[in-house]
């Protein structure tokens, strides 16, 4: 008998590593997701000017700045690099409080059924009728404009989505045997969402999650963009686009580098979320 055969079969996890690592698409993704963190963290160091710095009035490209300077003087690349702090901060963080909000209303909607799956379900269908926008003026309304408003508001948005996939996955399983057997030996409701449910929600949701993040930049983007972002001068993409409407004719990469951030970050996080898909997809072949 061989060493090869007596090497024990590979775990899920590790069919789902290695689909996901023969994914062309997915270690794009990978790639542009990881250096948008190191920026994100290291942009203190890896930016050529400091943050506040200004030199002059709005300029074009130079040696000195890249991306030339925007209408305070600041340097353009510097401000694009602090950006993707900003940028990513506010939307993983929308991700996760709509991920934490929406997952578990879903989870116990489709678990309990009856009354309970219609009443949430209704709701969550009322919700998806209000367009982002009207959202946002809502809680600007509520709150103040400024980055937690954002934050807040694309989360709203984004809770019915993570509502439905936890819902229907909690209702495909309901009737497997396994689940049954569970309920059969005396688990509680507490119980069979912990132990049996929520594995199987993981994957699921990690991979919604990963793909929402991309449209979350987005739309924190739009928000910042129409001035519900808070201080328009901050080193925000949304931000940086609204203030150049008026001048980038003077310096095209006052637009182009804010936008071409945010449209490569979208590409990172769907190519992600896309090789995630098919690493957790069970009928994916070896």
């Not at 024990?8 to 996901?20: D, N, V």
């Not at 980055?147 to 694309?154: G, K, L, Y």
């Not at 993570?162 to 005396?186: I, K, N, P």
């Not at 150049?244 to 637009?255: L, Q, T």
Request: hydrophobic residues 50%.
């Amino acid at each position: 008998m061989t060493t090869a055969s007596l090497a024990p079969p590979a775990t899920p996890w590790q069919r789902a590593w290695q689909r996901f690592a023969r994914n062309r698409a997915a270690n794009v993704g990978a790639v542009i997701v990881g250096t948008l963190v190191f920026v994100a963290v290291a942009a203190d160091f890896v930016s050529p000017h400091g943050l506040h710095q200004t030199s002059g009035n709005l300029s074009p490209a130079s040696l000195a700045h890249w991306f030339g300077t925007d209408a305070l003087g600041k340097d353009v690349l510097t401000q694009v690099l602090h950006g993707a702090r900003l940028s990513l901060l506010a939307g993983v963080s929308s991700i996760v409080l709509a991920l934490g909000i929406g997952a578990p209303l879903g989870a116990v909607a489709g678990f309990l059924s009856g009354r309970t799956d219609a009443l949430v379900m209704r709701a969550i269908d009322v919700a998806l009728t209000f367009p982002s926008i009207l959202i946002a003026l809502l809680c600007t309304a509520a709150l103040q404009p400024g980055r937690t408003t954002v934050i807040v508001a694309v989360a709203l948005i984004n809770i019915p989505v993570f509502a439905r996939q936890a819902r229907a996955t909690v209702l495909g399983m309901a009737s497997l045997d396994y689940v049954l057997a569970s309920r059969a030996m005396g688990m509680s409701t507490g119980q069979l969402l912990a132990r049996v449910m929520l594995p199987a929600l993981i994957g699921p949701l990690t991979v919604l999650a990963s793909l929402s993040v991309g449209t979350a930049i987005l739309e924190v983007a739009g928000l910042s963009f129409l001035g519900f972002g808070g201080d328009p001068t901050d080193a925000e993409w949304g931000a940086m686009l609204s203030q150049a409407k008026d001048s980038w004719s003077r310096n095209v990469w006052y637009a182009l580098a804010p936008g071409g951030a945010i449209s490569l970050s979208v590409l990172g996080f769907n190519c992600l979320g896309d090789g995630l898909r098919d690493a957790f997809d069970p009928r994916t072949t070896n």
